[in-house]
């Protein structure tokens, strides 16, 4: 029986779409495609099932990487309900890099998603937004996390570092849409003395310990200092530049307010009480979604409960 190759998401049909955000084995390619297929703005990828043999890894590899015009590839992983520690993806490698990389994932039981590459030196801005309710037809709010140029979304998911700015908006109801005025948005900035001098420090440290360490650009024992140099001296300036972050985000808030009332509409688990998805701009001023969470089913100890929220529904 013939191998039926993995395809980029950008290739995919309508139904291919609807099929793929329907699957709940692997949660991140399942809403890479319901954002596609939301037309919202997602980055190419292709993914690749365990079971799959490393000649089809560099098959979808090199195919991905002539659609996107790249000769280096991100690596990502969907292991369905994660446990608390997984393997944490979003580095970039050349495309002959790939399969051996991807093999010991496939291995393990994961499945592998290819991406087309970014650069997570050079975002432009960075937000995490978070969608709540207490439950269905019961109103709600959304808030918005931000860092600006040279962080990324990894900095606010699992990077413990602190937003610039944070943005709320309150009494939203999910299921008919209200545009908010102008003084229903409440902004904070972080104020703490000394706070970007800190928040900067941790990101290079993080950028030292795993970014450029796992790439391959940093061996050894290496730090903040040893990221800020590498940073220097490849021309990644945008974290020591000025931080606009709260004009930003303010400028871009009514649009991500209707993104997420989309994204909530078109949630296929209609009980839903959190949805998270990260946003990013990058330096080319593209913009791209990454994945819509739904918080019930993230990791295998809350699975129980989404479990329980169904029966009651039934």
Request: charged share 25%; net charge neutral; aromatic share 8%.
């Amino acid at each position: 029986m013939a191998i039926i190759l993995p395809r980029p998401l950008h290739a995919l049909t309508a139904a291919e779409l609807a099929d793929a955000a329907k699957d709940r084995r692997w949660p991140k390619w399942q809403t890479m495609a319901l954002l596609h297929a939301l037309k919202l703005p997602v980055l190419d990828a292709c993914l690749i099932e365990p079971g799959h043999s490393t000649a089809v890894v560099r098959t979808a590899a090199h195919a991905l990487a002539a659609a996107t015009g790249s000769g280096n590839l991100m690596i990502r992983s969907d292991g369905g309900v994660e446990k608390k520690q997984y393997y944490r993806g979003g580095n970039t490698f050349p495309v002959e890099a790939i399969p051996p990389r991807a093999a010991g994932l496939l291995a393990d039981g994961r499945a592998v998603i290819l991406v087309e590459p970014t650069n997570r030196f050079t975002n432009r801005l960075t937000v995490l937004m978070r969608m709540d309710r207490p439950g269905p037809g019961q109103p709600g709010h959304l808030t918005l996390e931000a860092l600006g140029p040279g962080y990324d979304v990894a900095d606010l998911t699992r990077g413990q570092i602190p937003p610039q700015v944070t943005v709320h908006l309150e009494d939203i109801d999910w299921g008919r849409y209200q545009p908010p005025r102008w003084n229903e948005w409440q902004i904070t900035g972080d104020l703490c003395p000394g706070g970007e001098e800190a928040r900067r420090r941790r990101r290079l440290e993080r950028l030292a310990t795993q970014t450029l360490t796992d790439g391959g650009h940093l061996h050894g024992t290496a730090g903040a200092d040893h990221a800020e140099a590498w940073l220097r001296e490849h021309g990644f300036l945008q974290l020591f530049t000025p931080q606009p972050t709260r004009e930003a985000v303010a400028r871009r808030a009514r649009r991500l307010f209707e993104d997420a009332f989309f994204m909530a509409l078109a949630q296929p688990n209609r009980n839903w009480h959190c949805l998270a998805t990260a946003f990013s701009v990058f330096d080319d001023h593209r913009t791209v979604y990454w994945d819509l969470v739904d918080g019930e089913r993230k990791y295998a100890t809350a699975a129980p409960a989404a479990a329980n929220h169904q029966e009651r529904a039934a």
